[in-house]
């Protein structure tokens, strides 16, 4: 017989603080519901809004409806902005003077034909998706350092997407710039490990392929609906938020304490098969 550890904590989060971007809505609020029922103490979740249906209050409100006894507490941020993420980061480090797991989560993406592409929306795209992780990282390190140790490293999440290792969409619905991001947010990942493992930091790479969200659903209707996107999944499904939960538990918990610079496609295995892909 092995001798494991604390065997019954391996997958938990007690004590731990989180910060996650894009915490109001979709994949961000997947992980903040995760990680409090987990056990987490306190998730954090940012996002530029505040009030209404997608905002961050009415997150905050439902997360804190939860059966546990973590609570969540919203920021309002713009994560593409580094004045502003230093605000960010000043708040909690005044009210919590840590931060045990990041995940990074907040993206934008553009669509639409090659030439006419605004100069704005690669703009927007690589301010939030690549150079708002670097400056958030980078500003947090003192934040990410506070509780960490070799045993119990803290965890930095990027959430990327299979747009970063395929070329997705190209033509009337293309992603190009898009796609380069996330490429760019999987190599930033990878950096990162290297720069910050030995400070007891591990940085990681979540890559989601097709969950319904705000973000994702009006190219799931542009490229024919979620039921032709099923059928051509090897798995014959979407996303669910179950799939985010489990993938972030595992990378921010014990389990997933030796895990660094990875990349983890989370896609039924779509990012594998050309399938229809190849007809666009
Ligand atoms: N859903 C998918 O199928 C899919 C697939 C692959 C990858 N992803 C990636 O997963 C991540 C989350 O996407 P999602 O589908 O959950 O999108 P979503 O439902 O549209 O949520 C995006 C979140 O990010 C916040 N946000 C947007 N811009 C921000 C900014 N400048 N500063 C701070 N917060 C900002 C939004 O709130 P505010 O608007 O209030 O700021 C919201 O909380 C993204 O990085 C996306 O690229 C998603």
């Not at 995940?103 to 993406?109: D, R």
Request: proline share 4%.
């Amino acid at each position: 017989m092995s001798e494991f550890k604390n065997y019954d904590c391996l997958f938990r989060l007690d004590g731990k603080i989180a910060l996650i971007t894009g915490g109001s809505r979709g994949l961000g609020l997947h992980a903040a519901t995760a990680f409090l029922l987990a056990g987490a103490e306190k998730v954090i979740i940012t996002a530029r809004k505040r009030e209404g249906e997608q905002g961050i209050d009415q997150a905050v409100e439902r997360l804190n409806k939860l059966p546990v006894a973590g609570k969540a507490v919203g920021i309002a941020a713009n994560v593409a902005q580094t004045d502003d993420i230093q605000r960010l980061v000043d708040e909690i480090k005044k009210s919590e003077g840590r931060i045990d797991i990041l995940v990074a989560n907040a993206g934008a993406t553009w669509g639409g034909p090659f030439e006419p592409t605004p100069d704005w929306s690669s703009q927007k795209v690589l301010d939030l998706n690549v150079r708002g992780i670097f400056n958030l990282v980078r500003l947090a390190v003192p934040l990410l350092t506070a509780g960490a140790t070799r045993e119990d490293p803290s965890r930095v999440i990027i959430v990327s997407s299979t747009a970063g290792i395929n070329v997705p969409h190209i033509g009337d619905n293309g992603t190009i710039m898009y796609s380069v991001s996330k490429a760019a947010a999987h190599h930033l990942s990878r950096n990162l490990a290297m720069e910050l493992g030995p400070r007891n930091i591990t940085c990681n790479t979540v890559a989601p392929g097709f969950f319904p969200s705000k973000l994702a659903n009006g190219l799931i209707e542009l490229l024919g609906g979620d039921q032709q996107l099923r059928d051509d999944n090897p798995r014959k499904r979407l996303g669910e938020p179950e799939d985010i939960a489990g993938v972030m538990v595992y990378l921010a918990s014990a389990a997933g304490s030796y895990i660094n610079g990875e990349d983890i496609s989370v896609d039924g295995g779509a990012h594998l098969s050309a399938g229809r892909l190849a007809k666009i």
